[in-house]
C-alpha cells in the first residue's frame, strides 16, 4: 500500500484529490495540508509518505523548495508536483529537486495516478506532460512520458522495463506517436515534439 500526503493551499483541489486518490487500489491517503510547514510537521512528527503529491505554489511556501526541505529528513519520499500555471523554468527546478513529475493540475486523473504508480519504481525517470505554458501537446501522457525517454537515450527495451508495460507496448506507442506527428522515425519525432515544446531532454 503506497502512501501519499497531498499538500495544496486549495481546499477544492485538495479534497477532490483525497477523494479520488482514496478510492484507487493500492494508495492510501496518509494526510492533507494546505501549507509547506504543515507538511513539514507531518513528515517529521505523523508519517514518512511514499509520495507527496505538492502544488508548486503554497500559499507559505514554494512547493519545490519544500520539497527539497522534506528530502534532508525523508530522502525516500518520491514528488510528484502540480502547477496551475506550468512554465519550463519550474520544470526544470522539479527535476534538479529530485522530483519525479511535474504535471498541469488540468492532467487527467488517469494521468495522475498513472504518473504517481510510475513514481514509486525505481530509476522511473522524470515525468513531464508539458514543457511549456499553454502548449497543447497531441501526445497522451504515456507517449509524452515514452518519447522523452526514448529522447534522453534510451532503447525501447529499456523504456518498456523502466514504466513497467511489455516491449510490444512500446512499440505501438511508438508507432502511434509518429502517426499523430506525421514523421516516419523516432529521431524525427523526438525532434518535432522538443521543438514544439511536448518534451523537454
Given at each position: 500500500?503506497?502512501?501519499?500526503?497531498?499538500?495544496?493551499?486549495?481546499?477544492?483541489?485538495?479534497?477532490?484529490?483525497?477523494?479520488?486518490?482514496?478510492?484507487?487500489?493500492?494508495?492510501?491517503?496518509?494526510?492533507?495540508?494546505?501549507?509547506?510547514?504543515?507538511?513539514?510537521?507531518?513528515?517529521?512528527?505523523?508519517?514518512?509518505?511514499?509520495?507527496?503529491?505538492?502544488?508548486?505554489?503554497?500559499?507559505?511556501?514554494?512547493?519545490?523548495?519544500?520539497y527539497s526541505r522534506v528530502r534532508r529528513f525523508a530522502p525516500n519520499v518520491r514528488a510528484v508536483f502540480i502547477a496551475g500555471m506550468p512554465n519550463a523554468a519550474d520544470e526544470a527546478r522539479a527535476k534538479e529537486s529530485g522530483a519525479s513529475a511535474y504535471l498541469p493540475k488540468s492532467v487527467e486523473m488517469d494521468d495522475l495516478i498513472d504518473a504517481m504508480r510510475t513514481s514509486l519504481k525505481n530509476d522511473s525517470g522524470f515525468i513531464s506532460a508539458s514543457t511549456r505554458a499553454g502548449v497543447a501537446s497531441p501526445l497522451s501522457f504515456r507517449e509524452t512520458q515514452i518519447l522523452t525517454l526514448l529522447g534522453n537515450g534510451e532503447s525501447k527495451a529499456s523504456v518498456a522495463e523502466k514504466i513497467g508495460v511489455s516491449f510490444e507496448t512500446v512499440k505501438s506507442h511508438v508507432r502511434t506517436i509518429r502517426e499523430k506527428l506525421g514523421v516516419s522515425n523516432t529521431t524525427a519525432a523526438c525532434a518535432y515534439a522538443v521543438s514544439h515544446g511536448y518534451i523537454s531532454v
Amino acid at each position: 500500500m503506497a502512501t501519499i500526503l497531498i499538500a495544496d493551499d486549495h481546499p477544492v483541489v485538495r479534497d477532490g484529490m483525497k477523494t479520488m486518490l482514496a478510492a484507487v487500489e493500492g494508495f492510501k491517503v496518509a494526510g492533507c495540508v494546505s501549507s509547506g510547514e504543515e507538511a513539514l510537521r507531518f513528515v517529521k512528527t505523523s508519517c514518512e509518505p511514499d509520495v507527496m503529491l505538492c502544488d508548486v505554489r503554497l500559499g507559505d511556501m514554494d512547493g519545490i523548495d519544500l520539497y527539497s526541505r522534506v528530502r534532508r529528513f525523508a530522502p525516500n519520499v518520491r514528488a510528484v508536483f502540480i502547477a496551475g500555471m506550468p512554465n519550463a523554468a519550474d520544470e526544470a527546478r522539479a527535476k534538479e529537486s529530485g522530483a519525479s513529475a511535474y504535471l498541469p493540475k488540468s492532467v487527467e486523473m488517469d494521468d495522475l495516478i498513472d504518473a504517481m504508480r510510475t513514481s514509486l519504481k525505481n530509476d522511473s525517470g522524470f515525468i513531464s506532460a508539458s514543457t511549456r505554458a499553454g502548449v497543447a501537446s497531441p501526445l497522451s501522457f504515456r507517449e509524452t512520458q515514452i518519447l522523452t525517454l526514448l529522447g534522453n537515450g534510451e532503447s525501447k527495451a529499456s523504456v518498456a522495463e523502466k514504466i513497467g508495460v511489455s516491449f510490444e507496448t512500446v512499440k505501438s506507442h511508438v508507432r502511434t506517436i509518429r502517426e499523430k506527428l506525421g514523421v516516419s522515425n523516432t529521431t524525427a519525432a523526438c525532434a518535432y515534439a522538443v521543438s514544439h515544446g511536448y518534451i523537454s531532454v
